[in-house]
Every structure is written in C-alpha cells, then in structure tokens.
C-alpha cells in the first residue's frame, strides 16, 4: 500500500513538473475548451435565426423541440470530438515528454490527426453512451434516476479511461480498445485511484481558494470598495479559469503516464525525469 501511495504522489509531481516545463501542453485543453465555446454560441445563434421560419405555420411547440432536439445532439456531438481529439493530442505530446523528448504543440497535433478516423468512431460511441445514460436516468424519477446515472456514468469513466492513449499506441478497433482500456485500469487500479484522487484534491484546493477570493471580492464591492471589488472579483475568475486549465492538463498527462507504467510493469528510468527514478522497481498492484 505504501508504494502505491509512493508512486501516486510521485506521478502527481511528474506530471505538473512537465507541465511547468513545457507550458506549450496547456495549449490542448485550451483550445477544446475555445471550441466547444464556440459551437455552443454557433447553437444559440442557429437557433435565434431559425426562430422566425419556425413560428411560420405549423405546430410551433413541436418545431421548437425538434430543431433544438437536433441541434443539441449535433452540438453534444460536436464537442464529444473536440475534447477527445484535444485529449489524444495531449496524451500524445505527454507521452514524447514521457520519453524525453522536447514535442512542440504541433506534434502533439500531428499524433492525434495520424488517428483521426479511429478517435471519430470513438467520438460517436462515447457521445452515444453518454447520450443513452442522460436518457435513461432522466426516464427514472427520484433518488433512483439519479444513482443509476451516477453508477453508470462512473463505471463509464472508469472503463474508458485508458482509451484514448490505447487508441492512439494500440492497433485494435475502438470496440476492443474498450475492452483493453478496462483491463489496464483493472490492473492499475490502486496507482490510478489514489493518483486521480491526489490531484482532484490538490485542484479541489485551487477552486476553493478562487472562490474565496470571489467571495472576498464581493464583500469588499458591496462594502463600497468599488475598484478593489471588481480587481478582486476578475483575479478570481481568472484563476478558477487557470486551475481547470491546469486541471486537464494534469489528467491527461497522468494519462499518458499511468498508461506507460500500466503497459510496461516499470518505469524507465533512462527515460523518465529524475524524481521517478526511486520508484523504478515498485510491482503494479
């Protein structure tokens, strides 16, 4: 159990080490984020231009559902692709950070566009559950519709989340892919629980503190501090924004490495940063 926890925090510091060495990773979660942004506004200005064909004849209500039913399934879609695309890119640039190299963003690019097809397939299947699990559970009322949207949408998550680097280093259908990404969490479970829980907490604290300094910001506005009030207010934000960004970041690079120790039993240590280097030896769990 104590090398599990070893190993965890010591992948933990590796991966905001690599972030902080190469800021260029921050670039993949921020332009997922800017996108799907966009198709949202893209949404909403659809539907606000629509909106006049849609009240000429016909049965309003139902236009209504149906055109915004369409185009929140396209938008949901749509976003599923930008998030898995921008997370294969990370992992990709990760792993060549992993191994030593210095990756440009473009690399990173180049890896999850050499894969385009097989994250597409990937996009419509993920989307697909998604959308099935949000359906069933809206179908059940109370408590119930709730944990069972709760249980499968963590059991989900649990096996998908080694799919993407799987995707991208493994030549297997999406289908089989799951299959093995289920498989590789099983066989890391403790080093990937506790790291996912080590780093949930560290950017638990982050977005606490931001809201403090929100709240601070709003005691200090309405207490007539006006200037002081907004500074304190937009430092907020701006760095809730920065700990979600770094947030992604982290997880995807945690994924790239829990992938790399899952795949090999070890850790290289010719091609792993110096700080990993005592945990070489620990056995998976």
Not at 125 to 148: K, M, Y
């Amino acid at each position: 159990m104590s090398g599990t926890f070893s190993d965890s925090w010591r992948l933990t510091k590796i991966s905001f080490r690599l972030i902080w060495q190469d800021s260029a990773l921050l670039v993949f979660p921020l332009v997922a984020g800017l996108a799907a942004i966009g198709v949202l506004l893209l949404v909403a200005a659809g539907t606000f231009f629509l909106a006049p064909w849609l009240l000429i004849g016909g049965n309003r209500t139902t236009s209504y559902e149906v055109v915004g039913l369409v185009l929140f399934v396209a938008a949901y879609f749509v976003t599923t692709f930008l998030t898995v695309y921008a997370t294969a890119a990370l992992v990709g640039a990760a792993t060549l950070k992993l191994q030593g190299r210095q990756p440009s963003a473009a690399d990173g690019w180049k890896i999850a566009r050499a894969n385009l097809s097989r994250l597409v397939v990937w996009s419509l299947i993920a989307a697909s559950v998604g959308l099935l699990i949000q359906l069933i559970s809206s179908r059940i009322r109370g408590a119930a519709g709730l944990i069972i949207g709760t249980i499968a949408g963590a059991t989900w998550s649990i096996a998908t989340y080694f799919i993407i680097p799987v995707l991208i280093y493994e030549p297997a259908s999406p289908w089989r892919s799951l299959g093995r990404s289920a498989k590789l969490f099983l066989n890391t479970f403790g080093r990937t629980v506790v790291t996912n829980l080590v780093l949930a907490l560290i950017l638990g604290a982050g977005i606490v503190g931001a809201a403090a300094l929100g709240f601070l910001g709003l005691y200090v506005l309405f207490s007539g501090a006006l200037a002081l009030g907004v500074v304190l207010i937009v430092s907020a934000l701006g760095v809730g924004i920065f700990v979600v960004l770094l947030g992604a970041t982290a997880e995807g690079v945690l994924r790239a490495a829990l992938y790399r120790y899952a795949t090999t039993g070890n850790i290289d240590t010719n091609l792993l940063p110096a700080a990993y280097k005592t945990s070489a030896r620990s056995p998976l769990p």
